[in-house]
Each structure stands twice: as C-alpha cells, then as structure tokens.
C-alpha cells in the first residue's frame, strides 16, 4: 500500500511559480514510478510528469522546458516545480505512483489555478 498526500497548491498570476509536493507513506516507494497527472474542467486527466525510480524523467510537450519533477527516495517525496505557469496549467493536480507497471496509487489532488 501506498498513501500519497499532496501540497503546494494555489492562486499564481500568469509567469509566476508554484512548488507542488507529495509525501508517500508506505514501504513500496522506491519502487515506484511517480507522476504527475492534471485534470482540468471538462477534460480528462492527462500526464504532465514522471520520474522512474533511476530518476529517468518525461514530460509533457506542453511543460516541457518550465516544469522539473525530481524525487527524494530517503524522504519518500516527489515534487513538481511549476514555472513560467500559464492560464493554460490551471487544473487540478494529482500525484500517481506506479508499481510494477500495473498497480496505481492516486493522491487526493491539489488544485492550482493561474490567473492572466
């Protein structure tokens, strides 16, 4: 079992940034794969970032160059840092771990909004 509990989100203006964290509870986590996912109004949840449990990173094209996921395996957390934030990002945003490419975990999300 994994627990995962984000944090960081909030009201930016268009340019500014915004740190998003998720602490995991479990024994499971660094054999995790961990996202990001998002999921805006109206629209179906999609993959903004991944980190593999060897730090391999991916990214959606449309963040690519402004977002950084990174990981602490000691401190069982994963963040997203968001810059250069657009209208566009308002969403909200769930962590995901992945386990043996078939068992998800899902946070409870964290709502970012970017105002223009």
């Known amino acids: 079992q994994v627990q995962l509990v984000e944090s960081g989100g909030g009201l930016v203006q268009a340019g500014g940034s915004l740190r998003l964290s998720c602490a995991a509870s479990?024994?499971?986590?660094?054999?995790?794969?961990m996202n990001w996912y998002r999921q805006a109004p109206g629209k179906t949840r999609e993959l903004v970032a991944g980190i593999t449990t060897g730090g391999t990173t991916n990214y959606a094209d449309s963040v690519k160059g402004r977002f950084a996921i990174s990981r602490d395996n000691a401190k069982n957390t994963v963040t997203l840092q968001m810059n250069s934030l657009k209208p566009e990002d308002t969403a909200v945003y769930y962590c995901?771990?992945?386990?043996?490419?078939?068992?998800?975990?899902w946070g409870q999300g964290t709502q970012v909004t970017v105002s223009s």
């Open positions: 479990g024994s499971l986590f660094s054999s995790a794969t």
């Open positions: 995901n771990a992945l386990i043996l490419d078939s068992v998800n975990y």
